[in-house]
């Protein structure tokens, strides 16, 4: 089943949590500028098993461990390009076994998660449509051989980039009949990382049913998604999706976390936007299977 059938059936889908978070869980040291990706090269058997506790768990969407596997981050790793399509492949195939009726939708990352400089946090940075469309679509069209239809643009801080992804990069696939999925990050204020009025967000989202079908929020604080949601984050034509981190601040120089857990907050939380019609829910960084767990008897009990 696709991601669009699977939303007409049902009223709230659950999605997985922090990818990167279960692995290092379960053990894994992911302190490399590939960080989840990495594990695609060293310990795929790793990938599987944390794709088998977010089903486990409930998640009626997996995500695809290809959030920082573009070709751009790999080759300055000093990867070939047919070692890069066999991770790809290593991430699909991974994440194919371990669902049992979720449905599979490919995570991708913004062009800041190439940086690794911090501006995937500040949305800091400005480069042109071709570049932005370079970095993006030779993914793309892998993973659309190995079979994906549905995809999501993870963690966008940039109105930029958010516009090429539009404009650019999602155009360049017409051919191909695909679903696209839009979740951006908002700073505490509501606002998206790089200050853009969320309200012009939304706007433009609103503006662009053909290019988007699902709309959201992820890796972002519980004050900072309740503050986009009085800025219109919910009355876009699109479905809506919103699944925050876990409350701590990433640090992007230390490669580490701080400040306070809101895990115990986000159940609440999620119980008030199902209510509210937010059609995806589920948890980003620092969001464990336990917690989706938790987040399944909320969610499916209604
Ligand atoms: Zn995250």
Same mark, same amino acid.
């Given at each position: 089943?696709?991601?669009?059938?699977?939303?007409?059936? @049902? @009223?709230t889908?659950?999605?997985?949590?922090?990818?990167?978070?279960?692995?290092?869980?379960?053990?894994? =040291?992911?302190?490399?500028?590939?960080?989840?990706?990495?594990?695609?090269?060293?310990?795929?058997?790793?990938?599987?098993?944390?794709?088998?506790?977010?089903?486990?768990? $409930?998640?009626?969407?997996?995500?695809?461990? *290809? #959030?920082?596997?573009?070709?751009?981050?790999?080759?300055?790793?000093?990867?070939?390009?047919?070692?890069?399509?066999?991770?790809?492949?290593?991430?699909?195939?991974?994440?194919?076994?371990?669902?049992?009726?979720?449905?599979?939708?490919?995570?991708?990352?913004? #062009?800041?998660?190439?940086?690794?400089?911090? =501006?995937?946090?500040? $949305?800091?940075?400005?480069?042109?449509?071709? +570049? #932005?469309?370079?970095?993006?679509?030779?993914?793309?069209?892998?993973?659309?051989?190995?079979?994906?239809?549905?995809?999501?643009?993870?963690?966008?801080?940039?109105?930029?980039?958010?516009?090429?992804?539009?404009?650019? +990069?999602?155009?360049?696939?017409?051919?191909?009949?695909?679903?696209?999925?839009?979740?951006?990050? +908002?700073?505490?204020?509501?606002?998206? =990382?790089? $200050?853009?009025?969320?309200?012009?967000?939304?706007?433009?989202?609103?503006?662009?049913?053909?290019?988007?079908?699902?709309?959201?929020?992820?890796?972002?604080?519980?004050?900072?998604?309740?503050?986009?949601?009085?800025?219109?984050?919910?009355?876009?034509?699109?479905?809506?999706?919103?699944?925050?981190?876990?409350?701590?601040? #990433?640090?992007? +120089?230390?490669?580490?976390?701080?400040?306070?857990?809101? *895990?115990?907050?986000?159940?609440?939380?999620?119980a008030?936007w199902q209510e509210?019609?937010v059609?995806?829910? $589920?948890?980003?960084?620092?969001?464990?299977?336990?917690?989706?767990? *938790?987040?399944?008897?909320?969610i499916?009990?209604?």
């Amino acid at each position: 089943m696709n991601l669009k059938q699977k939303l007409i059936e @049902n @009223n709230t889908l659950l999605l997985d949590g922090g990818f990167a978070t279960t692995l290092e869980s379960l053990g894994c =040291s992911i302190n490399s500028s590939l960080w989840s990706a990495e594990i695609l090269k060293t310990n795929p058997d790793m990938i599987a098993q944390v794709h088998q506790l977010f089903s486990q768990a $409930g998640a009626d969407i997996i995500l695809t461990n *290809t #959030y920082q596997a573009a070709y751009p981050s790999f080759r300055n790793a000093g990867f070939h390009s047919d070692e890069i399509d066999q991770f790809l492949k290593t991430a699909v195939n991974t994440a194919r076994s371990s669902q049992t009726d979720s449905v599979l939708v490919a995570s991708l990352g913004p #062009y800041a998660a190439y940086l690794t400089d911090g =501006s995937e946090y500040t $949305g800091d940075y400005n480069v042109s449509d071709d +570049v #932005y469309l370079s970095y993006h679509k030779e993914r793309i069209q892998t993973l659309i051989n190995y079979g994906i239809t549905d995809f999501v643009f993870e963690a966008v801080p940039n109105f930029d980039e958010i516009k090429a992804l539009t404009e650019t +990069v999602i155009p360049y696939f017409k051919q191909y009949d695909l679903t696209f999925w839009l979740s951006c990050t +908002v700073g505490n204020t509501g606002d998206l =990382s790089d $200050g853009t009025d969320f309200q012009k967000v939304c706007e433009y989202i609103a503006d662009h049913p053909d290019e988007w079908s699902v709309f959201g929020i992820n890796c972002s604080t519980i004050q900072g998604i309740e503050a986009s949601l009085s800025k219109g984050m919910l009355d876009v034509p699109q479905y809506t999706a919103l699944y925050p981190n876990g409350g701590k601040t #990433y640090d992007a +120089v230390t490669k580490t976390w701080s400040g306070k857990d809101q *895990t115990d907050i986000l159940f609440t939380h999620a119980a008030e936007w199902q209510e509210k019609g937010v059609n995806i829910i $589920g948890g980003c960084c620092g969001i464990l299977p336990k917690d989706i767990r *938790t987040l399944a008897d909320i969610i499916h009990q209604k």
